[in-house]
């Protein structure tokens, strides 16, 4: 009996389980906060859904046992879904990411697995749905912020090596430091040798100016405001350069300093060019009152006058090793010599007609002839000091758009050329504009006629033909071309006429060319000769359009 009564307790015991356990996977399944959907693997329509997949997809539980698994993916995606889920094996699968709509019709990416079971007699496959599309977006995001990362380091690596500036970052709580690549290249040190420390650091700056930096560095540490310097440091081969110095103080959440950034750029060059620049300034404005103080010495002693002119030409001399660190301080050394030998001319000019206005006999002797070739000599004073300033000072240019055939008339019609050289105009631009300074660029014009015609003059009798001929043409660009019938030009001889110095004439400066070249090549063009003896001349100038010009200006 008792066998017989405590059967049906284990029965109604293990049918409790069963109830139990049901309830509790239901209470589970509907209170899982991961998207959960039970289908049917024959049919693929949903036969259960939980909370957390009627949240993300919008669908209530009723809405869902109207729709199979198809439903749920875009159009595109569902012929191929049936056809693998019905051949798919039973088990756990981890199918993976895949596209599903919601209610409204956005588009999520969900990560699923997949597993069939029996449940209350019947195979099901129950699948989680987990929406990634955050995740995802959030690690795209970070995948393009780790390129523009790179990106950014790449650029500002190949900046810092543009610009030869080199970085030191220094964390001021833990005193760990961090040099830039481009820094070890500014310091000529070694990148296989350990960063120096603070005291290491300032053994690498010129001992003249250690204080001033040691003092610049201990404010920014502070946080104090700190200027911009200038110094030297001496790298490790010996050699001193000049950097430019900035550094720029991070303060942390309690306010106090964290770290040091300091930037380091090679000014090297730039420092020697402006003291060269300030050297060649001082040097051109004594020129300049050399040339006034000749001309106001013709009015007095001669030997004032000269005194003042040797005391110039001495101080430009004296600049001359200074300033032949470079090509062009070169030419500014051999420019004294022929500034000095030009303008010894027209002062012995002068110093003569006052000879002879001392001598007592001459007060009877007419005086306009005297004072005319004092005169004379002393424009050619200011006309050698002019050319010399003119190559010299190289002024920012005014450029405006220009119609080049009308403004190239326009200078043609003022010029005066000598009586049998005839002057053709051959002009088949109209309408292309340049970019040009128009005063500027008119000494161009004027130098190339004048060097022409002067070609012709002096041809001796040898030439057949007396023109000069100004012709234009535009494509790509414009182009002026000045030919003369002269006697050319020998090929030995045509390398060199744009060197500064360089003249075949018995008078002058050698600056005329050299001048021209440099004022075509500031308008962003270029110039060439060619010539053949006998034939004459062709200087072809090339000048960009007005438009591409004034962009790159």
Same mark, same amino acid.
């Given at each position: 009996?008792?066998?017989?009564?405590?059967?049906?307790?284990?029965?109604?015991?293990?049918?409790?389980?069963?109830?139990?356990?049901?309830?509790?996977?239901?209470?589970?399944?509907?209170?899982?906060?991961?998207?959960?959907?039970?289908?049917?693997?024959?049919?693929?329509?949903?036969?259960?859904?939980?909370?957390?997949?009627?949240?993300?997809?919008?669908?209530?539980?009723?809405?869902?046992?109207?729709?199979?698994?198809?439903?749920?993916?875009?159009?595109?995606?569902?012929?191929?879904?049936?056809?693998?889920?019905?051949?798919?094996?039973?088990?756990?699968?981890?199918?993976?990411?895949?596209?599903?709509?919601?209610?409204?019709?956005?588009?999520?990416?969900?990560?699923?697995?997949?597993?069939?079971?029996?449940?209350?007699?019947?195979?099901?496959?129950?699948?989680?749905?987990?929406?990634?599309?955050?995740?995802?977006?959030?690690?795209?995001?970070?995948?393009?912020?780790?390129?523009?990362?790179?990106?950014?380091?790449?650029?500002?690596?190949?900046?810092?090596?543009?610009?030869?500036?080199?970085?030191?970052?220094?964390?001021?709580?833990?005193?760990?430091?961090?040099?830039?690549?481009?820094?070890?290249?500014?310091?000529?040190?070694?990148?296989?040798?350990?960063?120096?420390?603070?005291?290491?650091?300032?053994?690498?700056?010129?001992?003249?100016?250690?204080?001033?930096?040691?003092?610049?560095?201990?404010?920014?540490?502070?946080?104090?405001?700190?200027?911009?310097?200038?110094?030297?440091?001496?790298?490790?081969?010996?050699?001193?350069?000049?950097?430019?110095?900035?550094?720029?103080?991070?303060?942390?959440?309690?306010?106090?300093?964290?770290?040091?950034?300091?930037?380091?750029?090679?000014?090297?060059?730039?420092?020697?060019?402006?003291?060269?620049?300030?050297?060649?300034?001082?040097?051109?404005?004594?020129?300049?009152?050399?040339?006034?103080?000749?001309?106001?010495? !013709? *009015?007095? /002693?001669? +030997?004032?006058?000269?005194? #003042?002119?040797?005391?110039?030409?001495?101080?430009?001399? %004296? =600049? &001359?090793?200074?300033?032949?660190?470079?090509?062009?301080?070169?030419?500014?050394?051999?420019?004294?010599?022929?500034?000095?030998?030009?303008?010894?001319?027209?002062?012995?000019?002068?110093?003569?007609?006052?000879?002879?206005?001392?001598?007592?006999?001459?007060?009877?002797?007419?005086?306009?002839?005297?004072?005319?070739?004092?005169?004379?000599?002393?424009?050619?004073?200011?006309?050698?000091?002019?050319?010399?300033?003119?190559?010299?000072?190289?002024?920012?240019?005014?450029?405006?758009?220009?119609?080049?055939?009308?403004?190239?008339?326009?200078?043609?019609?003022?010029?005066?050329?000598?009586?049998?050289?005839?002057?053709?105009?051959?002009?088949?631009?109209?309408? !292309? *504009?340049? /970019?040009? +300074?128009?005063?500027?660029? #008119?000494?161009?014009?004027?130098?190339?006629?004048?060097? %022409? =015609? &002067?070609?012709?003059?002096?041809?001796?009798?040898?030439?057949?033909?007396?023109?000069?001929?100004?012709?234009?043409?535009?494509?790509?660009?414009?182009?002026?071309?000045?030919?003369?019938?002269?006697?050319?030009?020998?090929?030995?001889?045509?390398?060199?006429?744009?060197?500064?110095?360089?003249?075949?004439?018995?008078?002058?400066?050698?600056?005329?060319?050299?001048?021209?070249?440099?004022?075509?090549?500031?308008?962003?063009?270029?110039?060439?000769?060619?010539?053949?003896?006998?034939?004459?001349?062709?200087?072809?100038?090339?000048?960009?359009?007005?438009?591409?010009?004034?962009?790159?200006?």
């Amino acid at each position: 009996m008792t066998g017989k009564r405590s059967r049906p307790r284990r029965r109604a015991g293990a049918a409790g389980e069963a109830a139990l356990l049901d309830t509790s996977f239901r209470a589970l399944f509907h209170c899982n906060p991961v998207p959960m959907l039970v289908y049917d693997p024959a049919t693929l329509r949903f036969v259960e859904a939980n909370d957390s997949a009627v949240a993300q997809y919008g669908y209530t539980r009723e809405q869902f046992l109207t729709k199979s698994i198809t439903d749920l993916l875009p159009a595109e995606d569902r012929p191929t879904l049936r056809q693998r889920l019905l051949a798919s094996e039973p088990g756990l699968i981890n199918v993976g990411l895949r596209r599903h709509m919601r209610a409204g019709g956005s588009v999520i990416t969900v990560d699923i697995r997949r597993q069939e079971f029996e449940l209350a007699g019947r195979r099901v496959a129950l699948v989680s749905c987990i929406d990634v599309s955050d995740r995802l977006l959030a690690e795209e995001q970070l995948r393009q912020s780790l390129a523009r990362l790179r990106r950014s380091e790449e650029q500002l690596a190949r900046a810092q090596e543009v610009s030869r500036t080199g970085s030191v970052e220094r964390d001021l709580r833990t005193g760990a430091v961090v040099w830039s690549d481009q820094c070890y290249a500014v310091f000529g040190r070694d990148r296989t040798l350990p960063v120096p420390s603070r005291d290491q650091a300032l053994e690498l700056f010129h001992p003249d100016d250690r204080a001033e930096y040691e003092a610049v560095m201990a404010a920014s540490e502070r946080g104090l405001p700190s200027p911009a310097i200038r110094c030297r440091i001496v790298r490790a081969d010996g050699g001193i350069r000049w950097v430019h110095h900035e550094s720029e103080v991070i303060f942390g959440e309690d306010g106090r300093p964290a770290r040091r950034i300091a930037t380091f750029r090679d000014v090297t060059e730039a420092h020697e060019a402006e003291e060269r620049q300030r050297q060649l300034q001082a040097a051109l404005s004594a020129a300049k009152e050399a040339a006034e103080a000749a001309n106001r010495a !013709a *009015q007095a /002693a001669n +030997d004032e006058l000269e005194r #003042r002119v040797e005391r110039r030409t001495a101080e430009l001399r %004296a =600049a &001359q090793g200074e300033l032949l660190k470079t090509e062009r301080l070169s030419v500014l050394g051999q420019l004294t010599a022929t500034v000095a030998h030009e303008l010894r001319n027209p002062l012995s000019t002068i110093r003569n007609s006052l000879y002879v206005l001392r001598d007592p006999n001459a007060r009877k002797m007419p005086l306009a002839g005297l004072i005319e070739r004092i005169d004379r000599a002393v424009l050619r004073c200011e006309g050698i000091v002019t050319d010399l300033l003119e190559y010299t000072r190289v002024r920012a240019l005014q450029l405006r758009p220009t119609k080049l055939d009308d403004w190239l008339g326009e200078i043609l019609g003022e010029l005066k050329i000598p009586a049998g050289i005839a002057l053709e105009r051959r002009f088949a631009a109209p309408g !292309a *504009q340049v /970019a040009l +300074d128009a005063d500027r660029f #008119r000494r161009v014009v004027i130098n190339l006629v004048e060097n %022409a =015609a &002067q070609a012709i003059e002096g041809g001796k009798g040898g030439v057949s033909e007396r023109r000069i001929t100004v012709s234009t043409m535009a494509s790509d660009g414009a182009e002026v071309v000045i030919a003369d019938t002269g006697p050319g030009i020998a090929q030995e001889i045509l390398p060199k006429v744009f060197e500064p110095l360089f003249t075949t004439k018995t008078i002058g400066t050698g600056l005329g060319l050299p001048t021209v070249k440099q004022i075509v090549e500031q308008h962003g063009g270029a110039i060439r000769i060619a010539s053949t003896l006998g034939q004459g001349t062709a200087v072809h100038v090339r000048l960009p359009l007005a438009d591409a010009a004034m962009a790159a200006a």
